[in-house]
């Protein structure tokens, strides 16, 4: 949750100190959510395995750089409204309503699956907060605005593994990272007509724990 923030000494002009906090507030959790974000992607990065690893190993970086940007643009805003920064790990951890990614090694479908969920927590989350924002501070809403702009844009590479030609997506009744996965790697395993798909996602996915993540960032 936003921890509640002391009112600083100044912030923006036309804002005031006590708007100015309430606007750094709401930023500081998607400060962590997006550092959590670009971890992850590179958690994602390091242990995709299986066909078409070579397409999302790499699919993956660019992400990772634009989301860190996004981090550094949110942490000087913050700044920039006149309160500190809570940029460490711990901060982080404890401030966090998600659990950490649930997913080790897998192959890529699964982990294309997951970061459907991931996405779409960060990107709903990430929407309330320009919403949030849109009355309060115009400035820091244009400039979530413009991180959706492109998050949007990387959840549908992701989706477009995960869709058919009819338009359909795998992962559409999943809300979960485990159950995103399981997803994705049905829908691959039927494209390549291989037999009892259950069992081979259930035995792609068995070295997760048993925790169901929600994939809110
Ligand atoms: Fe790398």
Redesign the pocket.
């Known amino acids: 949750m936003a921890r509640k923030r002391s009112v600083p000494r100044f912030t923006v002009p036309s804002l005031t100190p006590e708007i100015g906090a309430q606007v750094a507030g709401i930023l500081q959790l998607r400060l962590h959510a997006l550092n959590d974000l670009a971890l992850t992607l590179k958690h994602v ?2 242990n995709v395995v299986g066909p078409h690893f070579i397409g999302v ?1 790499e699919m993956i ?1 660019p992400q990772v750089d634009v989301v860190r940007a996004y981090v550094d643009e949110i942490a000087e805003r913050i700044a920039t409204l006149g309160t500190s920064v809570q940029g460490t790990p711990g901060a982080l951890v404890a401030a966090r309503t998600w659990d950490d990614y649930s997913i080790g090694r897998a192959d890529t479908i699964a982990h294309l699956g997951a970061l459907d969920v991931v996405y779409q927590g960060v990107i709903t989350d990430h929407r309330k907060a320009a919403d949030d924002t849109e009355e309060l501070d115009p400035v820091t809403n244009d400039m979530l605005i413009g991180h959706l702009h492109q998050l949007e844009l990387f959840h549908w590479f992701i989706r477009a593994h995960l869709e058919n030609s009819a338009g359909a997506l795998a992962t559409e009744d999943d809300d979960t990272e485990k159950g995103a996965a399981k997803s994705g790697t049905e829908f691959d395993e039927e494209g390549a007509g291989v037999g009892d798909s259950g069992a081979a996602a259930d035995a792609a996915i068995g070295r997760r724990s048993s925790a169901e993540a929600p994939g809110k960032k």
């Open positions: 990065h390091w190993h970086d």
